[in-house]
Structure formats: C-alpha cells, structure tokens
C-alpha cells in the first residue's frame, strides 16, 4: 500500500516534468560520463512515456467495476488470473489509448 503511493507520487513529478528537464537531466547523468547519446535519447523518451503509461494503466483499471473482480474471484479463480485475464482485459482499450498518447507526446 505504501509502495503504491510512493509509486504514485513519483509518477505525478515525472508526468508534470517538461520534456527538456527531462532531457537535460540524463544528458548530465549518461552522455557526460558514456559519450553514447542514442542510449541517452532512448532513455530520456522512456522516461517521459512511462509516467503517461502507468498513470493511464492506473485509472482504467480502477475504472473496471468491482462486480467483475468480485464474480471472477467467487470462482475461485486466484487473484493473479483475476488481473490478468479479467481486470486487463477489460481496461485494454483505456491503456492503448494511453500508450497511443504517450506516443504522441514523445513525438
């Protein structure tokens, strides 16, 4: 739970960070001290898609109704399947939106 809202938190800062500080902060930390600026570039896109990601992932699968988990695990299907075959499935259209999104921001 509270690694929840630590992950949470962190992901609020990186979404609201501009692109540029992004940028310029793993242009301190990798290029300065590899001289590879592809990975550079890879990894500061990375970190502007991931918090758009995680945060649209969130919402649509807190967005799923309470009665599907409830019927899947009054089956005794184990939580683990619940999520991957009931909660994903039903949130897969919310989190292609969201990773259509993040693509369009890094574009």
């Not at 609201?16 to 242009?27: D, E, K, M, R």
């Not at 649209?56 to 309470?66: K, N, Y």
Request: positive net charge; aromatic residues 6%.
């Amino acid at each position: 739970r509270l690694l929840g809202e630590v992950i949470r938190f962190v992901n609020d800062i990186l979404l609201s960070a501009p692109s540029i500080v992004i940028g310029l902060f793993v242009y301190a930390l990798v290029v300065q001290h590899t001289r590879f600026s592809a990975l550079a570039g890879a990894l500061a896109l990375a970190f502007i898609v991931l918090p758009v990601v995680v945060r649209t992932t969130d919402e649509m699968l807190r967005l799923v109704p309470s009665q599907m988990r409830e019927a899947a695990l009054s089956l005794g299907i184990p939580q683990w399947k619940v999520t991957v075959h009931v909660l994903y499935r039903a949130a897969a259209p919310g989190i292609l939106t969201g990773v259509l999104l993040a693509l369009a921001r890094i574009s």
